[in-house]
Nanobody, 125 residues
């Protein structure tokens, strides 16, 4: 059974940084599309960043415009862990952040098969 567990959320002031982690277990395939999503209160869940990974290869990451230049998605294959480094955080980045994985879909829509439980990020002004 595939499980994704996020960690690293917290409360920071605007301009601060956080690094989210997502440990993946039970996934027997070497290739996957993985992504970070977020959902603010009263809003729909949106894709933040996605990346294709296959053993030692990582594809070109895709970001939504509002986080380009501030967020970086990456993966440590040896640790089966996906990361999201978030710099220059803004109050509008406040949301529950989720990681997700899928065998085939690599876009920013919420069409992924596997999801974590989420980790809260709160940015104060």
């Amino acid at each position: 059974q595939v499980q994704l567990q996020e960690s690293g959320g917290g409360s920071v002031q605007a301009g601060g940084s956080l690094r989210l982690s997502c440990v993946v277990s039970g996934y027997t395939y070497s290739a996957a599309c993985m992504g970070w999503f977020r959902q603010a209160p009263g809003k729909e869940r949106e894709g933040v960043a996605t990346i294709y990974v296959d053993s030692g290869y990582s594809g070109i990451p895709v970001y939504i415009d509002s986080v380009k230049g501030r967020f970086t998605i990456s993966r440590d294959n040896a640790k089966n862990t996906l990361y999201l480094l978030m710099n220059s955080l803004k109050p509008e980045d406040t949301a529950m952040y989720y990681c997700a994985a899928d065998l085939a879909y690599c876009g920013l829509r919420t069409r992924y098969n596997y999801w974590g439980q989420g980790t809260q990020v709160t940015v104060s002004s």
